[in-house]
């Protein structure tokens, strides 16, 4: 039988990692290549790493500013994907098939895409065609505006278009995209839980695996959300602000009676 | 002097990462990206994420199939297919229209269409694989360990006695099956935890006595 899995996500902004609320308010935590270590031995199914930069500048807090924003994202790959031995997504400013290969190639085993598969959505046809499915994970961020309504943003939480996630869901679902990982703007960082009623609406019009992110607060919400309908449950502020919480959350789940790799 | 390993690069592949994990373990591991030098090889691992038109296109154009049937049939050299590197060794393969695969081991790959309307596919995650006793690969594992499977497609074998290691995913599927020196696994023992690592070590220990 196939396990729930709990999948920490890494937000990156100019080589540093950071913590994010609402997804306009960034407080840097630490360097990652520094960090890799620890989360590579959390208890945990995958990984996901997110370049939130908005663009390619240097951060003047580190030693070497003569890395450019893209060479230091790769880089922290590469520092990634040595020491994890669990499946690594990798997501930020993705655009080309070769940004595509380049990634998989230093060791990412699956690439979010985002802005770019709004904007050029025959790059997850393509994306999907050369590398497999299972590679080409579509990344959702959803705003649930006052009056309820759902929408889809793109370029980190800023830009609306218009879209429904439901249907977007169901267009990259034919597009080839072979998981989703679906994100509430509005929740990022608020600890107020998942969107369950968003979470219900894309997984009832989609076949492939759905990753809930954005508001956990407590171990409780994980199981919650694959109760909604969610294949993987992620997160990213509880893994770095509470002890032990790779385990804790496992076993939150596993009581609430969802099946996870113990 | 530990064995050593090629991994063939075929622009395929996760190549990193099954290199970085036979790495850790010890071995001496290298990226083959010229056919020759699997001539010096002691294992070849053939790992892969992607289409497998592309894939058995991609080994054709490279100009690996002649050195990789030589060193693994003339030369007996230890062989492991690993996710696609496991689909290839199908005669025929069934994603994106139908594509002759290296015909290794008798079967053909075909998407997964789970009678259950809840399973998704691909089939991504940890599943629990029970093994056939007697696979060198799973000793030290007990009966059955859990690993990390991404796949749209699955290998159905013409002769069933080649399965090593099953999962269920709505039906049965093979999660690993064995002939002579080849070896294969549809998971990915790269990025299986500890599980995955032991089977690693022990294809690198040697597949038989």
Known sequence: MLKNRLIPCLLLKNGLLVRSELFSIHQVIGNPVHEVERFSQWSVDELIYLDISETETYDLRRGDTKVKGTDDQLRILEEVSCRCFMPLTFGGRIRTIDDIRERIQKGADKIAINTAAVETPSLVTEGAKMFGSQCIVVSIDVMRHPDGRCEVYTRGGKKPTGRNPAEWAREVENLGAGEIFLNSIDRDGTGQGYDLDLIREVTDVTRIPIIACGGVGQYGDFAKGIKAGASAVSAANIFHFKELSDRNAKRAMQKAGVAVRI | ?209
């Open chain 2, 1 to 209: 002097m530990p064995p050593l390993v090629g991994v063939i690069d075929y622009r395929m592949g996760n190549l990193k990462s099954v290199a970085n994990a036979f790495a850790h373990i010890g071995a001496d591991v290298r990226i083959i990206k010229d056919p020759e030098q699997l001539v010096d090889v002691e294992k070849i691992v053939l790992p892969g994420v992607g289409a497998f038109g592309d894939g058995i296109a991609n080994l054709r154009a490279l100009g690996f199939l002649p050195f990789m049937e030589r060193e693994v049939f003339q030369r007996s050299k230890p062989f492991m297919g690993i996710c696609l590197g496991l689909q290839l060794l199908a005669k025929t393969g069934w994603e994106h229209g139908r594509n002759k695969g290296l015909g290794w081991i008798p079967g053909v790959v075909r998407i997964l269409a789970p009678s259950d309307e809840r399973l998704r596919v691909p089939h991504i995650g940890w599943n629990e694989v029970v093994f056939r006793p007697g696979e060198r690969l799973f000793e030290g594992l007990g009966d059955r360990k859990d690993f990390y499977f991404v796949h749209s497609y699955h290998f159905v074998p013409e002769d069933p006695s080649v399965v090593t290691g099953e999962c269920n995913y709505g039906e049965s599927i093979v999660a690993s099956i064995r002939k002579d020196n080849i070896a294969a696994v549809q998971y990915h023992p790269e990025k299986s935890h500890k599980s995955g690592i032991k089977v690693l070590e022990n294809f690198v220990r040697g597949l038989t006595d």
